[in-house]
């Protein structure tokens, strides 16, 4: 089966396309290598030193025979994309290919400007793409759990049966993304279902949470896969972020209270949830979300773990609360539903102190490349 | 008050604008004429004879002695659109400055990236200007009914209390849109909610239903102030579409079964709305939404309704049920409530055998311009 991985060059897609190539797949990479530019423009770097993508992909034929297609453009050019798709005739999309930093997107109103209309005109130009040329193909979307918000009742997954009046209805569930990053992602998932429901393309909507870890079966292979690590304060996520820190020394940068409970999941299950998408595909017509976390917690929590983990392996950590620089409640309800995934055959990596050791073992491993001026949030959301 | 009309050489933007303009509110217009362009590029004309918009504005002042600043230009532009603003330094902001036909908007790819980009990088304009330099401003927005599309419980306005799992929420309400074009409101009332919530500016969103008749009390003063009137299968809507079909003889178009339900109202209503939101400011961080519509009418009991009109002028009318170009439903459940500007003092325009019959008898005024190869609809949805 022949799968294209748009974004094959990211943290999510460069592990995605690997899995799915170790798997079997016939694995195309489209990017645009925009991150990268991104990163020398903000002056940030990963934690890890990434290889240049053909070099990637040249060493992983060498150390397993399998060849991985590649494809350097941009979806929002779309002769590229359709010329591309015509090459390659994807079976599967798995499109990762979209600016995916809160505050990259509150930086100013030219970034705001690029997030959005990069991210709404690249999937609107997939969409076209499929209904031309690739109507049975199944797109199998990035969505973020941060679409939801932090609402005071359940979240379930996509939709929510409302009884209202004496009357009864299952619709879409409501939407209340935190900055406009996550407001592209709720635009580009009312312009897919639209799509699905005219045109009978199939999609699902993988509403992840915040992925955590490094190391994946497949980039652990060889120097030359290593995957990217960010902790600066545009691209960093908690937990990650949180071991970076901790291994230079540096306080841990909980934001406000800490209490914002969120979905995280471990990048060895990421990988393996968007290959049980691609397995168990949409019926035309349907649009699907699955909420793709594993476990719950609050970025204080979070920060504790460290912390503790710390304690184990002699690094002595610090707990720094700052001044939020987004706007968002600090303690709130959050449940959040999750069984679609698990039901499809999802076994969860578990957050465990093993991982923390580990994730504290390889931050340290590479602390020599830790920029300290580029940790602590520069991006408010008030300003 | 200084109020800035976006779009204000449009249908319901050049009504509202005189609107103010004789209720004594200092009005300014702002507009990149591009649907004016638009007309051309497509080959449709609006049905009454428009005069260019520095031409109304002068006849407006010569008339009444009130003037109306007047600003040519694209609010996608961001340096326009500020530097514009600080010349009128306007206390409120009418935003109809959108690309508003669903079936432009699914002409093809590029038509519909042309209607988010547009309609979602300028309204993001407004509110970083606002942000930036008019923080009291108070942003009218112009949405539509059909963000809400057809659920099968009573639609709310913007927002709806729901109670799940034992626990309670107020949540914006659902949205099902049925065209790009419907889609990027969607996505302009997602983001101006938030704008709100970060930011405290004050917003009211009016989701307007379907726009009807043509002379307001301003626009009818003079020839050359007369407004736009359109019948063809893009930017032609029910009922007025409907009584230039019945006066130069072409059958109703009615769109498959016709059970399809919509608020509709009075373009006198739609000037007086809009005051209405201007003269009760939403609050600092509120994002206010208001169902602006007085009647609900499905599309086939329109069709009779003028078609028993035309009786009563010696017009024979025939209806014709055309395969639907629409990806809709054609029978269903609609309630759309519309309380609050009900609340704020609105005083319908109930639609009535005159205003059809004063319909009719003006587009049989105007009947010698009517091109009838634009009537049919021309842009399917599944295509």
Redesign the interface.
Known sequence: MKVLVIGGDGYCGWATALHLSKKGYDVGIMDNLVRRHWDMKLGVETLTPIAPIQHRIQRWQDLTGKSIDLFVGDITD?DFLIKSLHQFEPEAIVHFGEQRSAPFSMID?EH??LT??NN??GT??IL?AMRQDFPDCHLVKLGTMGEYGT????IEEGY?T????G???T??????????YH?SK??DS??I??AC???GLRATDLNQGVVYGVLTEETGMDEMLINRLDYDGVFGTALNRFCIQAAVGHPLTVYGKGGQTRGFLDIRDTVRCVELAIANPADPGQFRVFNQFTEMFSVGDLAVMVKNAGTHLDIDVDIKHLDNPR?ELEQH?FYAKNTCLLSLGLQPHYLSDSLIDSLLNFASKYKHRVDEKQILPKVS??R
């Open positions: 779309y109103r705001a400007v959005q209309v709404v005109v609107l130009n076209y609402p005071n009742i359940d929510i409302i009884e209202h009046n009357r009864k209805d619709l879409p569930y409501p939407k209340q993304p935190g900055s406009f407001l709720v635009h009312h312009n279902h639209f429901k005219i045109w706007v309800y959301w008030r």
